[in-house]
């Protein structure tokens, strides 16, 4: 996997230049007649959409931190989430956030457990970004949320099984 | 472009799915490569029901459905089991790009039911021995590197 452009902007400063980094992203614009269209870049400082790409950053960041938190503390489950932790660094700098300190991760000793909380999570935020992308009032922004939302289904399909699932 | 347009682009190219898929699966043997039978057969089902799906849409738009055409191009050498995966994973990415598309140019149910058949595209590339990507669909913007 290759990693999306970076946008070097902060949070609370870049709503305009986040979204501006959908419309790069997205490719797509409403009153495009063609799916593999190109992208056509465009920002409003006032989209009504601020909100919501809040929200999201924040689920993302606290998404990430259970991610790294269980990543760190089972080393048999490194790997397999370093990617899952990838996908949503990416997610962050789409829209044109980075990564920020979030809530202690949990303390379970057990990995199957850590993982199934992982899961948990994952499936949590997917259902997020899915419901954000339907009420998303830009056609960009709804693309790219629910592409953020399929990459998440794809990692939870590669997910290693926790007992609970097997 | 309108709602009505952006699922008869959708619709075309569920056409076009359904009728690469049935050649696949003619293609693939159910004694011989069962896993791979049984996914082609799945998506193959997958892609009608979409297919029928975004005609009853199109009907309840005012609009008359897109005929399919008589015949669509088929990739070349499909005379093993891992060429019939790569043009399964073709179609698969193809779909996902549609979806995607029809999501930014769709609002509410019908946006709702594109990010289900996003996400399901996208699961089902894996099934193809496709790769988890960072923006399934929007592979043209974000995944280049």
Redesign the interface.
Known sequence: ?????VLRTSRRTTLGGALAGVA??????????D??SA?TPAADPDDPDTGLVEEVVDDLVATLAIVEAVRHRHGSLRRQLG?LA??HR??LE?LGSKERPGRPGPRTADADEALALVRRREQRHQRLL?DR??QAQS??L???L??????V???L??LPLDKGDR | MTTLGALQVALAGEHAAVYVYGVLGAQTSASATPQLFAAVSDAYATHRDRRDHLTDLVLQEGGTPVASDPAYEIPRGLGSASAVTRAALGLERRSAATYAWLVANTVRDVRRWAIRALTDTAVRELGFRGSPEIFPGARESADRG
């Open positions: 996997m290759s990693p999306a452009p790069l992203l997205a490719g797509c614009d409403l009153g495009s007649d799916p593999g992208p990617e990838k996908v990416a997610h789409a899915t992308a339907v056609g960009r709804a693309r790219l629910a592409s953020m939302s399929a990459a289904a794809q990692q399909a590669v």
